[in-house]
């Protein structure tokens, strides 16, 4: 078995390796060839737990547990991360257990990735301005996937803490963008083609006034009870895609929506791997208001690890223990 450090994960997967992993493994899913996802969480009074397994099939079978601690006041209490937790790959065929590497790389990377896959298929193919509200590291990788995939040319940062969205602003130049730490969030929203929210928030603060049509919105940072990112009116009345629709009915944007009687799971529009599929259409419309509900699946994290794991093993990366000695 190999152990995998967060270094060893960075090194060993790319952003557009990833892209291409976890757009693969939507299509499996939509085709049947996966086993799962399933989801379990456990809060705690500062943070919470979340175990989530999933398994791809192919000429070699794969099956990932991830175990993520999230406590989102690790840096100012204790100088932590945010996220940390490990990622077990096993054998689906032999439950051998393959790999154990660093979770918050591999979350950190899907994450970005699922949120690419859907721009592909549901933004205008013409978005160039973008409004990233959360500027954490989520916040960097979450822009960097969008500019993957888009031809994007300018890029508004939005957070709370303005010195944060003012650094995040000079590092995403890097990307060949115009960058701007915007201070008024809804002058910011009106202006954008595409808008990403990954905050802890847990009270809407995108509303529907402010969102222009024709707008993309990857909503990413409702993933537990409680959270909201999106006015629920606008998630009942845009194209609302899911990631995984039980999933995002107990613990997504689309939770808040369900509870206050706005819409039923049948209007859901889609999963996103019904759409990479093309079983049911992404945009159809230049002003076509869309939403990809990213609660965050373990189709992401499986499809990630199996990646690193194989490049891994073909490198001769990593450090190889053995369980049963």
């Known amino acids: 078995m ?37 989801v379990l969480g456990l809060p705690t ?41 490990t990622v077990v790959l096993a054998d689906a065929a032999n439950g051998t257990p393959l790999a154990v590497m660093d979770s918050a790389s591999i979350t950190m990377l899907r994450t970005g990735a699922a949120t690419a896959v859907a721009a592909k298929f549901l933004a205008r193919p013409d978005s160039r301005t973008v409004t990233v509200v959360g500027c954490g590291v989520q916040g960097g990788i979450q822009l960097a996937a969008i500019n993957a995939v888009l031809p994007l040319e300018r890029a508004l940062l939005v957070d709370t803490d303005q010195p944060r969205a003012d650094d995040a602003a000079r590092a995403a130049t890097r ?41 993309f919105i990857g909503a990413v940072g409702a993933d537990s009870q409680g959270k909201q990112e ?7 009345t845009s194209t609302l895609v899911v990631d995984i629709v039980e999933q995002c009915a107990e613990i997504g944007e689309l939770q808040h929506a369900l509870a206050g009687g706005l819409m039923t799971r049948e209007q859901v529009h889609a999963e996103l791997a019904d759409v990479v599929a093309g079983r049911r259409p992404g945009r159809t419309r230049h ?39």
């Not at 952003?15 to 060839?33: G, N, P, T, W, Y």
């Not at 794969?62 to 100012?76: M, V």
């Not at 008024?184 to 809407?204: E, H, M, Y």
């Open 45 to 85: 009074e500062d943070g919470g737990f979340h175990i989530k397994v999933a398994g791809l099939r192919g000429a070699r079978s794969y099956f990932a547990a991830k175990t993520n601690g999230n406590f989102p006041n690790n840096a100012e209490r204790f100088g932590l991360p945010t996220i940390q937790g």
């Open 287 to 325: 002003d076509e208001i869309t939403i990809f509900d990213s609660s965050g699946t373990a189709l992401q994290d499986v499809a990630a690890a199996i990646a690193v794991y194989e490049k891994a093993r073909a490198s001769g990366c990593g450090t190889e223990v053995a369980l049963d000695d």
């Open 175 to 215: 990307l060949g963008l115009r960058t701007e730490a915007a201070k008024d969030l809804r002058a910011a929203l009106r202006q954008s083609d595409v808008v990403v929210t990954c905050t802890p928030a847990r009270r809407a603060y995108v509303m529907a006034a402010d969102v222009a049509p024709g707008t």
């Open 230 to 236: 999106i006015d629920a009116t606008l998630v009942a």
């Open 2 to 38: 190999l152990i995998l450090s967060h270094r060893d994960v960075m090194a060993l997967l790319t952003l557009d390796a990833c892209i291409e992993a976890v757009e693969r493994a939507f299509r499996l899913h939509s085709e049947q060839r996966t086993f799962g996802p399933g």
